[in-house]
């Protein structure tokens, strides 16, 4: 297998689907394999490298369930602590939006907002908005993938912490655009997310002022 990326939670493989699941199989799959930490009690470990694979491949379907475009799932492995998922032929969001022209960005970013409202309106939080986990298709299509510190949550600090990681992530890899994007991400967000996304967008800019934000990962282990 072909790695691609490698994380600090897991590791990212790009295989045939003949290789990896069926000898009649065509394209590519991800093969994402969920690693062990070896500073944790072995038990421990086994059960969160589980709980968590488990969990991502159920944040992918329900968020494919309200609209938002989400690798499918051919494979939840429990022991092995890894998934197969569908190879998503398009371009990170990262890699195409500064070059973008200024109405096709503000478009892109709007789909985006869009789609973040229609997570949290479910009650899913995708917990490492960032445009490196946005696929942009051929189609037009914003595939949102990585759901590996997502959660169930629909409080309005989780959210405003979603959203406050998505500006943060805008302004540090697209600083020259981020005040445009970030307008734009927030307009598509108000549309979908209707009453209450005011609230929302406010704990944003709270979160911002108290400069005590820290990873997920930081605070399940505090």
């Not at 691609?4 to 994402?32: C, M, S, T, W």
């Not at 406010?202 to 979160?207: K, L, P, Q, S, T």
């Amino acid at each position: 297998m072909q790695l691609i990326k490698k994380g600090a939670e897991a590791n990212l493989y790009l295989e045939d689907f003949a290789q990896v699941l069926h000898p009649l199989g065509r394209g590519k799959v991800i093969v994402k394999h969920r690693i062990s930490k070896h500073y944790r009690v072995p038990q421990l470990d086994s059960q969160l490298r589980e709980s968590r694979t488990a969990l991502e491949a159920k944040l992918f379907s329900d968020a494919k369930a309200v609209g938002v475009p989400t690798p499918i799932v051919y494979e939840i492995d429990r022991v092995s602590m890894r998934l197969v998922m569908d190879f998503i032929e398009g371009k990170q969001v990262k890699l195409i939006l500064n070059g973008l022209n200024p109405a096709k960005r503000r478009n892109l970013c709007r789909l985006i907002g869009k789609q973040v409202a229609r997570l949290h309106l479910a009650g899913i939080v995708h917990g490492d908005l960032t445009t490196s986990n946005m696929i942009l298709t051929p189609q037009g299509k914003v595939f949102f993938v990585d759901f590996g510190l997502g959660e169930y949550n629909p409080s309005l600090e989780a959210r405003g912490v979603d959203l406050h990681l998505l500006r943060r992530a805008l302004q540090s890899t697209h600083f020259k655009v981020a005040g445009e994007a970030y307008r734009a991400v927030i307009e598509g967000y108000k549309r979908e997310f209707g009453n209450g996304a005011s609230e929302v967008i406010e704990r944003v800019e709270e979160i911002e002022k108290r400069g005590r934000y820290m990873p997920k990962e930081e605070r399940a282990w505090r």
